[in-house]
């Protein structure tokens, strides 16, 4: 086994981001967002409450959505436009015209105001000068998942692999938790051979859809133009089940088979608890996939001969999938690369020693600590993953 090292509408105008990158304080302010809005509108909706309490809260969401992109993003995410017009439509209803209740009436509107040109701001357009390539990408709003913005490992990611374009030269590419895609983009343009972005949550696997077309339109007429990427939903937890089951189970067009081998006991039902998660209902997901533009899975005995992703390890949930993942999709001579913030240095272990045990070789390379206001436990790493000899 490989010795690993342990040494510690769119918004108007692009902007480039050679240090502006997210952290963990966007995402919780995202939550504080997220729970400001949602009580500002669970007040407006409660006619039991005081007019003045309910005009309070209406002002207070006008003011943060006008003057805050985050609490613009959360109250989109909250459906606040047709909330607050039910709220206006409810109050017509009741033909009160007193004094208060036409205050309440034009809090309302303006709140109303304000969340309809929120909901316009669809998506900001980020670029990104790596090496002599331009990579456009599309960030979201938080609540759409963690990977709607671009965190500081996608960027590190990047540069290694423009300063190591060979390493992806006619190869087939996968692009595991894509986000933003700013990695799978960048393969793209450095001669992969295909690439597949692949992410679980629907928002961004539709804004991947628009950033690989945005990307390829981009560099038409060059002497080489880059092919466009492939975007596929990946659920890592059924890919982990799949393979589960093939070792010696059923799978049938793709999609596992609820029903587990008889052989299978308590223990192994323990010791793989994402066998038990029901997935995505098929249909759901394949309506979605037709009017996003993606694919709804990968095929089940699709390969990969390099497999990338960044800040792919900070859940249970990842360290317990992930690994069977990449025994499912890696070529028996193929290698992956997985850059990321070290949130948790016992997890990370266990997802390394997860690998090792089902028969790959993993290499950590330690890439520095901390920067800026990073407060990670270990600073960042890499991984360089491939089959054992």
Known sequence: RAKRLRRGRVMAGERDIEEVVADEGDWYAALVAGENVGEWLETVENVVRSSGRRER????LATKVRGDRVYADEATEAGATGRLEAAIAALDLAGDETHATQT??????????????????VATTVTKKIGTHTITIRELALG????????RAAGMLADNLAANAMWCDKKNVLELGSGVGLCGLLVAKLGAESVALSDFEFPL??????????NHDTAEGEKDPPILPTVVRCDWREEAAGEVLMAGG?????RVERETRKTDSDAFKKENPFVENEPTKSLDVDAAAVKGGWVSRLHPHRKFDRII????VYERTHAETLPWVLQRRLQKNGEARIFGAVRDRALL?????KCEDLGLAVLETKLGGNRGDDWYEDGYA??????QK
């Open 205 to 214: 696997l539709d804004s991947l859809v628009l950033a690989a077309k945005a």
């Open 104 to 121: 309440l009436r034009e809090a309302l509107e303006q709140a109303r105001s304000a969340c309809l040109e929120a909901a316009d701001l």
């Open 382 to 387: 890499g991984l360089d993953i491939t089959w």
């Open 309 to 312: 992703g960044s800040d792919l």
């Open 144 to 151: 759409r998942g963690v990977g709607a913005k671009l965190w």
């Open 349 to 353: 272990d266990e997802t390394i020693q």
């Open 250 to 254: 059923l799978e049938i067009d793709g």
């Open 57 to 60: 809260a209406s002002r207070s």
